[in-house]
């Protein structure tokens, strides 16, 4: 039997890691992005609307504002990315997206909440640094796509320190703390990993439920890089919760399940959350038991879960205001 890795051992790994590409990546999510912004800018710059070789930037320009479906759905997941950015780069760094990141088409809201976690396990805090910059990235990515068709942030509600905060109402809704009670994702590593898997779920499923909506292949790819992107932190947040649970936390395992049911009574009324198994057996990647491919969520049964709400509605929970763009409206119950 292989010796379990050891916390010098991971750290090792991790630094290794770490110096080979933390600096720059970094720096293309915190300093405005321009590096990043000009490789999509390149990528737009190479092919049109319909796929085949463009020779101007000013024609891709065009067929991204004239492509609207596509553009509604790509700002759809700007709103979906300025949220988890904000609250990853909160935990990891005690602070938010640069100014820069946030401007755009529609009302420009702030953020509401957010603390750095004080981090116990150095495995956890690398890997809160790492997803803060792919989903920093991913917000610069898809701003550069859009470029000025692009939304602005709104109104995002990330408190953990009040029993009204978007993430103590979730948690109250789930039963992982009572009512009126007040769960704080800063608070702990623990706290912060089911923090995170209430979000990353919910981003694979949207990401695979959108994919129909685009035809451009071009687009489809971005899509499905992002989606693949989302789908390792997914995993990740879920295998470190799993192995939490079984070696010294029970009670993760059972709470994910809460929030798990959680998600699944806001979006209707299928069954297709999972939580991440049990003592005896590990569920580390939810997918449809025959086929084992992932779920999808429609953009509106995606908004029932950020909003806190399974009516149709246009604002709530963790969009106090709304999202900015054409596609806001929550799908009703069923």
Known sequence: MNSPMTDDTATQVLDAIEGRRTERRRFLAYAGGATAGTAALSLLAACGADGTASTTSSSTVSSVATTTTEVDVFNFALNLEYLEAQFYAFAAYGTGLSAALLTGVGTQGSVTGGAQVPFTDPVVAQYAREIAADEAAHVTFLRSLLQSAA??????????SSATGAFSVAAQAAGVVAAGGIFNPYASDENFLLGAFLFEDVGVSAYKGASPLLSNPTYISNAAGILAT????????????????????????????????????????????????????????????????????????????????KASVKLGGFFPAGVNGNIFTSAPSG
């Open 230 to 309: 989302e789908a390792y932190h997914a995993g990740l947040i879920r295998s470190v919760l799993y192995r939490k649970g079984i070696e010294a936390t029970p009670s993760l395992l059972t709470n994910a399940q809460k929030l798990s049911d959680a998600r699944d009574s806001l979006d209707g009324s299928s069954d297709d959350d999972q939580g991440i198994g049990d003592a005896t057996v590990a569920n580390i990647t939810p997918a449809d038991p025959t086929t084992a491919i992932a779920y999808s969520r429609s953009t509106g049964q995606v908004l029932n879960i950020v909003y806190l709400n």
């Open 151 to 160: 939304v602005a942030m709104p109104a995002i509600n990330i408190d953990g």
